[in-house]
């Protein structure tokens, strides 16, 4: 039979019956047993010591500060009304907030000053009371990043 020629129906073999006949030890029916049934084994489930932590506990944890992928600094606060499903803020609200002493609504917008966004210091943040106040301000300063 020459290469990529198809394989003749007497030949095919299905991949169950390919198993017809193979002894597996106990220990691995048990294991194909457990992963059938949901059975937790070794990876995942009480076994594990790490399984279900989460934030300072979790083997993994980096202090909670995080970069996301839009360059922002990101920290876990949990119980803020901005976090994130995963508990993350993104540390310039945090900042302005405390500057302010208090939460900032929906509509409030912060801009940096450099354009650095990671760059969080107050005197480079700038608080707007709505997206279209900051659109105005990045327009009449150049630095709309969408302008080109």
Known sequence: ????????PEVRV???????????SAETRAKISAAKTGVPTGRDGEKNPQWG??????????GGRVIDAAGYVRLRCTDHPRAT???????????????VGRFLNEQETIHHLNGDKADNRLENLRLF?????????EWATGTYAGRK
């Open 14 to 24: 299905k991949i169950s019956q390919a198993r017809i006949g193979v002894q597996f």
């Open 129 to 137: 009371a709505s997206g279209a106040e900051h659109k105005r301000y």
């Open 85 to 99: 499903s995963g508990g993350y803020v993104h540390e310039h609200v945090l900042v302005v907030e405390k500057s």
């Open 53 to 62: 932590k989460k934030g300072a506990e979790a083997a993994h944890w980096k």
């Open 1 to 8: 039979m020459r290469k990529g020629q198809i394989c003749p």
